[in-house]
């Protein structure tokens, strides 16, 4: 069956540093979305990648699907303590009628 | 809009119980899902809907049942509750179209955390 990996499982960074995420899938993916969690909350959408070697940016965040639509990564440049949660990719195979969740990055910053 | 509502917030249930977990939306989405998230894990689909009427299986969705008799609620039944469905329960909704799910932004609720001891 389908699975989507992410990694690394938790970062810790200064205040200020950068972060990222990774995520991959067994198989090709169709589309990739990103959400983010914060503690004790629910997921809540940030993107969503189409086309291969897309790559979209939001502020300080930096999306990319990869050339394959295998893989996807999140970077965020300068971390600040609102950043704080966990992000999950989540993926959509071919003709499945599912999406499937990557296990999350749970993203501590120390101010 | 109120988006995603879901009750109760908080539930603890004894081994061979029953409960229903309710969700609703008010953003006319034709679209609604339940997932479980258990602890340090990510979200696995359990059921879902295209439409009042149209139910289908998710990937874990031994255990329970759902209905859908209108666009707004999608009511999660827990039959004979077990430890192994501890968890977190999120309810969310999304445009659909003739789209495949997982084609669209998903609006989550803010979730109900079921115990069962």
């Known amino acids: 069956g389908q699975q989507v990996m992410q990694i690394p499982q938790y970062q810790h960074v200064q205040e200020g540093e950068d972060f990222t995420t990774y995520c991959n899938s067994s198989?090709?993916?169709?589309?990739i979305q990103w959400y983010k969690q914060r503690p004790g909350g629910h997921p809540v959408f940030l993107i969503q990648l189409v086309k291969s070697g897309e790559v979209k940016k939001q502020k300080r965040l930096t999306f990319q699907f990869g050339e394959a639509k295998k893989n996807s990564s999140l970077h965020i440049t300068a971390t600040q303590t609102t950043d704080v949660g966990t992000y999950f990719c989540?993926?959509?195979?071919?003709?499945?009628?599912?999406?499937?969740f990557g296990t999350g990055t749970r993203l501590t910053v120390i101010p | 809009n109120a988006g995603v509502t879901q009750t109760p917030k908080f539930r603890i249930l004894k081994i061979g119980q029953s409960m229903t977990l309710q969700c609703t939306q008010d953003m006319n989405h034709n679209y609604m899902y339940w997932y479980r998230q258990d602890p340090g894990m990510g979200l696995k689909l359990i059921y879902y809907s295209v439409g009042a009427g149209i139910t289908d299986k998710g990937e874990v969705p031994n255990g329970y049942n759902v209905s859908r008799s209108t666009t707004e609620d999608f009511p999660l039944r827990l039959e004979l509750a077990a430890p192994s469905q501890t968890s977190v329960y999120f309810c969310?909704?999304?445009?659909?179209?003739?789209?495949?799910?997982?084609?669209?932004?998903?609006?989550f609720g803010p979730g109900t955390r079921l115990t069962v001891t």
């Open positions: 989540a993926g959509r195979s071919g003709g499945a009628n599912n999406l499937f």
């Open positions: 198989t090709t993916l169709s589309n």
């Open positions: 969310a909704s999304s445009y659909g179209g003739r789209a495949l799910i997982g084609s669209y932004e998903q609006y």
